[in-house]
T-cell receptor, first 115, second 114 residues
Framework: KAGVTQTPRYLIKTRGQQVTLSCSPI?????VSWYQQTPGQGLQFLFE???????NKGNFPGRFSGRQFSNSRSEMNVSTLELGDSALYLC??????????????FGQGTRLTVV | AQSVTQLGSHVSVSEGALVLLRCNYS??????LFWYVQYPNQGLQLLLK??????LVKGINGFEAEFKKSETSFHLTKPSAHMSDAAEYFC????????????FGRGTSLIVHP
């Protein structure tokens, strides 16, 4: 069974540009969550999608957005990139919507560097 | 506010020594607790989790953790460290009554010396 696949693995962008990251969840999983990981802040929750609907959202500016397709694949977009957006972006998939006993499976992440 | 604290951003042990990574949470209601491991340039892998039942939980790679309600702790241990255990370890908590999105600790980097 294939794991969570994130593409691309590495990305370098210039300030002011926008970027789209992709996540393919484990087959059969309907929930996808996104996290930003930085050395200073650790893992910060961005948003969760379930059945093409955003169910939860973290405390990030509107420049960060996402969506989920009918096949459960998800994309996140960051517009008007800032240097501080440089981070490892992790995607996690789960069978069901976030709950007390929901186990998340993580992808390898996309390393975004903004210059 | 509900929070997760991992004491020590870095823990250094010798190969064969006991590994102890600390995690405390702030909640009066027992939450669900997880430990994840992250190897360089990789995503997070679940080591073990506590939901209900036995408070001593065994995970993969010889790790185990004990949920202590009175201490609001979920420390991770391994009797004998191996070089391959060197990685970043994250404690995560799902607090009841909220959005059920896990809150992660800042992580502890485990360094294993030969």
């Amino acid at each position: 069974k294939a794991g969570v696949t994130q593409t691309p693995r590495y990305l370098i962008k210039t300030r002011g540009q926008q970027v789209t990251l992709s996540c393919s969840p484990i087959s059969g999983h309907r929930s996808v969550s996104w996290y930003q990981q930085t050395p200073g802040q650790g893992l910060q929750f961005l948003f969760e999608y379930f059945s093409e609907t955003q169910r939860n959202k973290g405390n990030f500016p509107g420049r960060f957005s996402g969506r989920q397709f009918s096949n459960s694949r998800s994309e996140m977009n960051v517009s008007t990139l800032e240097l501080g957006d440089s981070a490892l972006y992790l995607c996690a998939s789960s069978l069901a919507q976030a709950g007390m006993n929901t186990e998340a499976f993580f992808g390898q992440g996309t390393r975004l560097t903004v210059v | 506010a509900q929070s997760v604290t991992q004491l020590g951003s870095h823990v250094s042990v010798s190969e064969g020594a006991l590994v102890l990574l600390r995690c405390n949470y702030s909640s009066s209601v027992p939450p669900y607790l997880f430990w994840y491991v992250q190897y360089p340039n990789q995503g997070l892998q679940l080591l073990l989790k506590y939901t209900t039942g036995a408070t001593l939980v065994k995970g993969i790679n010889g790790f185990e953790a004990e949920f202590k309600k009175s201490e609001t702790s979920f420390h991770l241990t391994k009797p004998s460290a191996h070089m391959s255990d060197a990685a970043e370890y994250f404690c995560a908590v799902i607090f009841s009554g909220g959005s059920y999105i896990p809150t992660f600790g800042r992580g502890t980097s485990l360094i294993v010396h030969p």
